[in-house]
């Protein structure tokens, strides 16, 4: 294993073998690479880009650098996964979940904790009381097959690779790179043994990639990879202009996802979830077509199957489903429009700002976050508001930090005359 | 101090500020930045390359990582000093310091050791039975002002972010980046404190720099770099097609140096020695011209003063001066030339790879060498040779590490019809 030569090689745009790319993957994990070759690496890549074969090789080593869950070998049924490249406001899995396994289809994921200005769902599970992410392999597998439904935390003998070097990356500047990212996402869903997944691959100023085009590369590689390892995938390129729905922050998006399956919730996600769920439906064992998938999706929010599998699923992981119970902070602050007029834009990533500011996300790994606190964009993009009529609402722990985002919030909103353009939520979908 | 931050910015494109980036590697020195960060940091200068500034600040905060011996000033007298960015066969320091020293011109030094194919002044030195390369600050100070002339090895006190920072580059492909060499050079220099320098830039296959072009920018970019801290540099580009004189290999060049010294020697190395010293002169507090300097060189190899200086040199650091005194192999093979021509190449990597097999380099720091062992190329480019007439000698450990690098000398050697067109050895010089 000579690692300088194999990073000369790639620095100069070679195409690494895979034979040799998994054998610097595993030394890496045992150590026997440190990790300042692998940052001269990783930094090469960034620059040079990984070929399809070397993304391929290099998720490959990924998965056999720990234990694979088999999660549809095991249940003996084929099993739906999603996953969000992370927005703003994104509480989807929250909702889709009870939604696919209120029509009988497995549900079991594995995700992630927010960093940096995009929240992660076990952050937001965890603000429920009582709510334990935190399962065994075989509690992931038993709860999944008896009420169709577990969200847990990675464990750590799944993909190690994916955990050191993610943690690499976030300290080298090496996150940003299409190939790294569907290799880091893909390694999980095939370790993980899901049989399809919907990928939900956000474009926008809130996400990684600010370009359709971008977008379109990281599904595509994406998409390749699970292909190559025998699994369904469908991406959705969807906006991450804006939030998606209207709550941003740990409990208020719990209480979002919680009146979607009770049959509510803002008009913008429940289409994004009851779509997601379609998808994700015409992909399974059912044997039905997408536009079925859809149907059966709106009748379990109708009809109240997916908030009783919503309640299940919350109670079965120890945690309180009643929304009631879900923390409040102790300042809600009303935010006026400054102006009449439309709103134009309502940038996602200055929200985001405004609740990392509040305590609602965090900048470094391990940094604890305040599950109370956020903020509720009651207006967004194309609305007409009148000068002083509520735009938002913000959650604080005291008038100073409230003071503090309100200040960014209204920065993220722009209102003008005119209604703007409307723009499409699902900007394109990959079959 | 966002370590992070800064090796995004770099890796966008950005100029760092002088004062972060003096930051940056005062923190990497004390390891506040982790190698990681620092391999990746080098990895985005590789691809970016640093501007002018930025080589400047690097240079400076490399400096301040450790000692100034300050060599003119403890000496009071303008000193000389002399580099090469390293060739094959490149003994041009053993020779050219007693000739400066018998004109009458301080001559302290620090150098290296060999690493990869080209060798380290150090390493030659020290096939001299007893020579002491390690001397503390005041010996080397007290040893140049007494005899004139003193080379030694680097203390650990001068510069020790450059060890660090090469070390590093070593074992993270990131050696060959003009601003990165130029830094690493000129810190050395400009903490060793000498009041000119003359820099040898080998231009060809068996160095560094494989094109006139990139020695051109490596020179200019130290030319510049030395100017900002006063220090007068004269640049010279010289062809490295070839090893420069007849021997390669540790003893070999020694006893070249000795007989180059003594006013014989082959006629390239003399011409590189005599035209060196010729410039360094020039520098010096002489007050006078290249075309004198050149007189008193000539003038010092003829009447027997160099040879004096060196043998006083020698003895100074623990050394015995006499050629019969140096280590010899226990095999001496001639090599034939397989058939009758003009040599066209002589391919200085190929000799050196030769050498390197014999035992006379290292591939890893640290790695022990044999000083007896090497080759002399009898025949060098331009030389008209008969079918089995002596092409050069080989002295070797063995007999089977005598065939092996006889393999691999003779495909070094390219011979054919007609003289080549000849190629003159200094290829530029910039004052």
């Known amino acids: 294993m000579q690692a300088a030569e194999l990073i000369e090689r790639k620095r100069n745009g070679e195409e690494i073998p895979a034979g040799e790319l998994r054998e610097f993957v595993a030394a890496y994990v045992r150590d026997e690479v440190p990790d300042y070759q692998a940052a001269a ?35 003996g049924r084929r099993v739906v996964d999603k996953h969000s490249t992370g927005g703003v406001g994104d509480k989807v899995t929250i909702a889709v979940g009870p939604v696919v396994a209120a029509c009988g289809v497995p549900f079991g994921k594995m995700s992630g904790r927010g960093l940096g200005h995009t929240g992660g769902t076990l952050d937001k599970l965890e603000s429920i009381p009582g709510f334990r992410v935190e399962l065994t392999t075989d509690e992931l597998v038993d709860q999944t097959r008896e009420i169709g439904i577990a969200v847990a935390g990675q464990t750590a003998d799944l993909v190690p690779a994916d955990k050191k070097l993610y943690g690499l990356r976030d300290v080298t500047a090496t996150i940003d790179q299409v190939s790294l990212i569907a290799a880091s996402i893909m390694s999980k869903k095939i370790a993980a043994g899901a049989s399809a997944v919907v990928l939900d691959v956000k474009v926008g100023e809130g996400a990684f990639m600010q370009t359709v085009d971008d977008a379109r590369e990281l599904a595509q590689a994406m998409r390749a990879l ?34 979607t399956v009770s049959g509510g919730g803002p008009e913008d996600f429940r289409e994004l979830v009851v779509g997601a769920a379609a998808q994700l439906l015409a992909l399974s064992d059912l044997g039905v077509d997408e536009a079925e998938g859809r149907r059966r999706a709106e009748a379990a929010l109708e009809d109240g199957s997916a908030l009783a599998v919503y309640e299940r699923w919350v109670r079965a992981q120890g945690g309180d489903p009643d929304p009631a119970r879900l923390p409040t902070a102790p300042v809600v602050r009303s935010v006026a429009a400054p102006a009449s007029g439309h709103v134009h834009e309502l940038r996602a990533r200055r929200v985001a700002i405004a609740a990392m500011e509040l305590g609602a996300g965090r900048e470094v790994a391990g940094q604890p976050i305040d599950h109370a606190v956020g903020v509720v964009c009651l207006c967004k993009r194309g609305r007409q508001v009148e000068a002083g009529e509520p735009l938002a609402e913000i959650h604080a722990r005291d008038e100073a930090g409230a003071d503090e985002a309100e200040a960014t919030l209204l920065a993220a909103y722009e209102i003008g005359p005119g209604a703007p353009e409307p723009r499409p939520l699902v900007l394109e979908v990959i079959h």
Chains 1, 2 share one sequence.
């Open 226 to 259: 699970g292909e190559q390892a025998g699994m369904d995938v469908v991406c959705e390129l969807t906006d991450m202009g804006q939030p998606l729905g209207r709550a941003v922050g740990n409990a208020l998006e719990v209480r979002e996802a919680w009146e």
């Open 41 to 75: 690496f990783l930094m090469a890549v960034w620059f040079r880009g990984l070929s399809p074969a070397e993304t391929y090789a290099l998720t490959h080593a990924m998965v056999a650098s720990g234990e694979r869950l088999e999660l549809a070998t095991r249940l």
